[in-house]
């Protein structure tokens, strides 16, 4: 008996995504590494720490293949390309891989209501919103650098910066979360 309750194109582009999340994972742990060969440990703590929510996605995703009948392809991944030049470099790398992640989240979104998987479609809502706080928190970064000078930023402000990331919550206040009392 067959209980494989995901069709071809939906455990494919399931598939994919845990790719790509598996991709983003190694993204943020080489950029990671790179801070702190530059001596940023606060922003390397940071990228660290998102390497691993990362390869926990990639898990959710593959649990859910596995847990629905579907078949789990691992296949190999693609480094994740040059070293960030700057600061600035290595966070606007991040938000273009987050956009370019959250993308592909909407296509699987699309697929599950076109072929009406509801079980898939309400599974990838947790990905939506978690997109939306990790490219909230990467504009927010953004900002913060571009305050300090952005590609200038001198080392006073990077020093404070890496400081501020090495505490600094792994989750952004999403604008649905925001009331008149708490802004």
Request: hydrophobic share 40%; aromatic share 8%.
């Amino acid at each position: 008996m067959d209980t494989n309750r995901l069709s071809k194109t939906l455990a494919k582009a399931l598939n994919d995504q845990m790719t790509n999340e598996a991709h983003n994972a190694q993204i943020y742990l080489a950029y990671a590494s790179w801070a702190n060969e530059k001596g940023y440990d606060g922003i390397s703590n940071f990228l660290f720490r998102h390497s691993n929510e990362e390869r926990n996605h990639m898990m959710k995703i593959l649990e859910y293949i596995l847990k629905r009948g579907g078949k789990v392809v691992v296949t190999a991944i693609p480094g994740p390309g040059a070293d960030p030049v700057s600061v600035n470099d290595c966070f606007e790398k991040i938000f273009k891989s987050e956009v370019e992640n959250t993308t592909s989240i909407y296509e699987i979104v699309n697929m599950s209501m076109a072929e009406k998987d509801w079980a898939t479609w309400n599974f990838m809502q947790w990905f939506v919103k978690e997109q939306t706080e990790e490219e909230t928190l990467a504009m927010d970064l953004l900002s913060k650098i571009k305050v300090a000078g952005g590609e200038k930023a001198g080392h006073d402000a990077l020093y404070t910066l890496d400081r501020d990331l090495a505490i600094t919550p792994d989750d952004a206040v999403l604008a649905q979360d925001v009331t008149v009392e708490k802004p």
